[in-house]
């Protein structure tokens, strides 16, 4: 089994609101990351964390915030977003962050794609 | 920094092979990854190279050469379904973690 779940599939937000992604995975996954990926672009990492602990992150504006309350599940809060950050995020899961192997392949979820109005 | 370079798009035909390139620069190189992605869905693995050589999966395979800083993915037997883009993505360390970055994708148009 190598799913990842992302809820909701689909999002629109006002500048003004505050709304989650959650991401979930039940593969024993150590790693767990988040993209943003606009049309016709790479996945652009945004945060890293491993072992429930926040390892990297990319120069995010502090208007996402991510949060791992466990290892299984990893959440973006939203707030104060603005229209360019509409994009698909994607949620990814690893087996070992400190892997250097195949085991350290990152699976994808379905991703959520936010509007902001 | 990383430079990951592969070509924008590439057609070829049903049945035939196709092979699509990606050069990249980088220190602390870890490993380089495919990745297939259909418009509007997630990136789904397909193969992972870290020493040199050919790996292959059923009709995908996949060349690395670390000191010339290229790999390859070779795509037999095309069907229309792999019409998607192919990602090529290098992991190498940065700041003492494992960090994956990724080429800018080639999309791959099969046809009839």
């Known amino acids: 089994d190598t799913e990842v779940t992302q809820t909701p599939k689909h999002l629109v937000m006002g500048m003004t609101n505050k709304k989650s992604l959650k991401c979930e995975q039940h593969?024993?996954?150590?790693?767990m990351y988040w993209y943003k990926q606009k049309a016709k672009k790479p996945p652009e990492l945004m945060f890293v964390y491993s072992y429930e602990k926040l390892s990297i992150n990319e120069s995010v504006p502090s208007r996402f915030s991510p949060e791992c309350p466990n290892s299984s599940l990893l959440n973006l809060h939203l707030h104060a977003l603005q229209p360019e950050d509409s994009a698909l995020y994607l949620c990814a899961s690893s087996q070992d962050p400190s892997g250097t192997g195949v085991e350290e392949t990152q699976y994808f979820g379905p991703g959520t794609r936010l509007l902001v109005l | 920094g990383q430079n990951i370079d592969q070509p924008t798009e590439m057609t070829a035909t049903e049945g035939a092979i196709v092979q699509i390139n990606c050069t990249y620069q980088?220190?602390?190189?870890?490993?380089l990854f495919w990745y297939q992605q259909h418009a509007g869905e997630a990136p789904t693995f397909l193969s992972y190279?870290?020493?040199?050589g050919l790996e292959e999966k059923g009709r995908f395979s996949s060349f690395l050469s670390r000191s010339k800083g290229y790999s390859y993915l070779l795509l037999k037997e095309l069907q229309m379904k792999d019409s998607a883009s192919y990602l090529c993505a290098v992991r190498a360390e940065s700041g003492g973690y494992q960090k994956v970055t990724f080429g800018t994708g080639t999309k791959l148009q099969v046809i009839p």
């Open positions: 593969m024993g996954h150590r790693a």
């Open positions: 980088t220190s602390g190189f870890n490993g």
């Open positions: 190279n870290v020493l040199d």
